[in-house]
Structures are given as structure tokens and as C-alpha cells.
């Protein structure tokens, strides 16, 4: 079964630095998200992204940070300039058509900030 | 915008027992309800979703209602199992919006 797939699945980073997750969509879907989640809280929308430009975002997702669809397969999140609060589990995920089609996640990478 | 309300936020079954969790939401435009079980560590999948033109969908032990005028969606979980044990969380989505708004989550414990 096809799946999306993120690396790293944990990254430890200081406070200030750059760090990039990297997601990697199920091949014949259109439309790519961010998801964060801080430790015990609910899943949070980060960002979307279709036809290779940034379709919604949410108020979390400030000037700090950006997606990249580099190539065909890969989908990536920059965070510039870490701060503690982006400390969270960091989830990719994909759809074949929008918002009414069924979202399948990638198993997430854990940031870390110290 | 969009937001979802759930509750409970903790819900303890003894096995075989029925769980219910219920999910209240406030855009009108919202027209795709999911749900999703994750387990510790893991990553959400999803279980059930349902679309504002049915008002119930099943599968297996797991149930699904809506209510569009009331704004609220209930999952139903039958003859529970320990492999249930998790966290549900509810979602909704504008019909031409691509982005999930999630409720706060329900801790789902089965006791043997």
C-alpha cells in the first residue's frame, strides 16, 4: 500500500538554527499539507500546497517558515530560525483531490529545539 | 473560520462495551467529517469519514452519524476491544477548502 514517508523521524536541533523536514507524498496525489503537533495536544494545519504554489496557510505559519516542492517527489519544510515553541511532531501528508478526499499521513518527525 | 469542538476529552469502556464520541462544528460550509485513531507515537489514520449527503455510514463496529442542521458528527465504536484503546480525534473540511481543522482529541481507554 503506497505510503508517505518523512525523514528524518527525529531531529534535534539547537535554538536559531535552520532546520528542513523532508516528506516524500504518495506519487499520484495533487495536493500536500503540514500538519504540526505539539505533545498531547490536537493536529494542527500548517500549511497546503497545490500546483507547485502555496494555496492556504494558517496564522502559525509565519515568515519563519516555507515549503518547497524541489522535484517530482519530494515535498520539504523549512523552519529558519528555530525557537523553543517549534518543538512538535511535524506531519507531511497528502490527497489525490482537495479537502473532500482522505488525507493520508506520513509517521512525522519529532523536533526537538534546545 | 472553522472550529471543532469534541468531547469527551477522556472516555473509559470496560470490553465489549460501546464508545461514543461526539463532535460538534461551527462553518456550514464544511462538508467532509473524518476520523482518525492515533496510537501512541503514530501517526493518524483514518477509520471513517463521511460526506454532508449521507447522514450515516458503517463499517464493521465502527459507525459514523452526522447532523447537518445541528452542526454535530458522533462516532460510535461497538463490542469494544483493547486494540481500540487510543486517541480519536474528529476533523472537517470545506468542500472546496483543502485543509483539515481537527477537534482536541478523545482519550479512548479499554479495560479487560
Known amino acids: 500500500e503506497p505510503e508517505v514517508t518523512q525523514t528524518p523521524s527525529h531531529q534535534v536541533t539547537q535554538m536559531g538554527q535552520e532546520v528542513i523536514l523532508r516528506c516524500v507524498p504518495i506519487?499520484?496525489?495533487?495536493?500536500f499539507y503540514w500538519y504540526r503537533q505539539i505533545l498531547g495536544q490536537k493536529v494542527e494545519f500548517l500549511v497546503s500546497?497545490?500546483?507547485?504554489?502555496?494555496?492556504?496557510k494558517s496564522e502559525i505559519f509565519d515568515d519563519q517558515f516555507s515549503v518547497e516542492r524541489p522535484d517530482g517527489s519530494n515535498f520539504t519544510l523549512k523552519i529558519r530560525s528555530t525557537k523553543l515553541e517549534d518543538s512538535a511532531m511535524y506531519f507531511c501528508?497528502?490527497?489525490?483531490?482537495?479537502?473532500?478526499?482522505?488525507?493520508?499521513f506520513g509517521q512525522g518527525t519529532r523536533l526537538t529545539v534546545v | 473560520g472553522e472550529n471543532v469542538e469534541q468531547h469527551p476529552s477522556t472516555l473509559s469502556v470496560q470490553e465489549g462495551d460501546s464508545a461514543v464520541i461526539k463532535c460538534t462544528y461551527s462553518?456550514?460550509?464544511?462538508?467532509?467529517f473524518p476520523w482518525y485513531k492515533q496510537e501512541l507515537g503514530k501517526r493518524p489514520q483514518l477509520i471513517i469519514d463521511?460526506?454532508?449527503?449521507?447522514g450515516e455510514k458503517k463499517d464493521q463496529r465502527i459507525a459514523v452519524t452526522l447532523n447537518k442542521t445541528a452542526k454535530h458528527f458522533s462516532l460510535h465504536i461497538t463490542e469494544t476491544q483493547p486494540e481500540d484503546s487510543a486517541v480519536y480525534f474528529c476533523?472537517?473540511?470545506?468542500?472546496?477548502?483543502?485543509?483539515?481543522?481537527f477537534g482536541a482529541g478523545t482519550i479512548l481507554r479499554v479495560k479487560s
Open positions: 500546497f497545490y500546483n507547485n504554489e502555496i494555496s492556504e
Open positions: 463521511i460526506r454532508s449527503n449521507v
Open positions: 501528508a497528502s490527497s489525490e483531490g482537495g479537502g473532500r478526499t482522505e488525507a493520508f
Open positions: 476533523a472537517a473540511s470545506e468542500e472546496y477548502g483543502n485543509k483539515l481543522v
Open positions: 506519487s499520484n496525489h495533487l495536493y
Open positions: 462553518d456550514s460550509a464544511s462538508n467532509y
